[in-house]
């Protein structure tokens, strides 16, 4: 599986977590920033994950922000994008298992570090359940074209 990875200044210092525990995993992914503590603007990452993703480029995505909600925002602008905000490990598993979510987002200045990772492995390793939530699924899609 290919992640993509991206957070703002926000979320630097977990992403760099993120990266380690990946490392740890054998896991490939690419970082699309920030790269520094410096202030940016999170709407400059998550367009280029969520396209990355949408150009199927990557499987999936992990955005960090401060709190997880602009960055997840901004993702979910993107056609085809599901981001969600999760910062327990039951919603990051039913994130997965009943709405296919492809961006975990979380929030730096929320979750400390262990839960963070632990969110992130549940995350990864969780598959869609399909059936009556791929028809919620397609619901999503429909809406998108309205
Ligand atoms: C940056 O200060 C902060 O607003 C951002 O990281 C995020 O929390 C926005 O939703």
Redesign the pocket.
């Known amino acids: 599986m290919k992640i993509a990875l991206g957070?703002?200044?926000?979320?630097f210092q977990l992403k760099e977590e993120i990266k380690k525990f990946l490392d740890c995993k054998g896991l490939e992914y690419k970082d699309f920033g920030t790269y520094s503590c410096d202030?940016c603007d999170?709407p400059d990452i998550a367009l280029p994950v969520a396209q990355s993703i949408t150009k199927g480029e990557y499987d999936r995505g992990i955005l960090v922000?401060?709190?997880?909600?602009?960055?997840?925002?901004a993702a979910n602008k993107i056609p085809g994008i599901r981001a969600a905000l999760c910062h327990d490990t039951f919603s990051a598993r039913a994130s997965r298992e009943h709405n296919n979510a492809n961006i975990l987002t979380m929030?730096?200045?929320v979750i400390g570090k262990g839960l963070a990772l632990d969110i992130v492995e549940i995350w990864l390793n969780t598959e869609f359940c399909g059936g009556r939530h791929q028809t919620r699924i397609d619901k999503i899609s429909d809406i998108e074209k309205v």
């Open positions: 957070s703002d200044h926000g979320g202030s999170y922000c401060g709190t997880g909600i602009g960055i997840g925002i929030g730096e200045r």
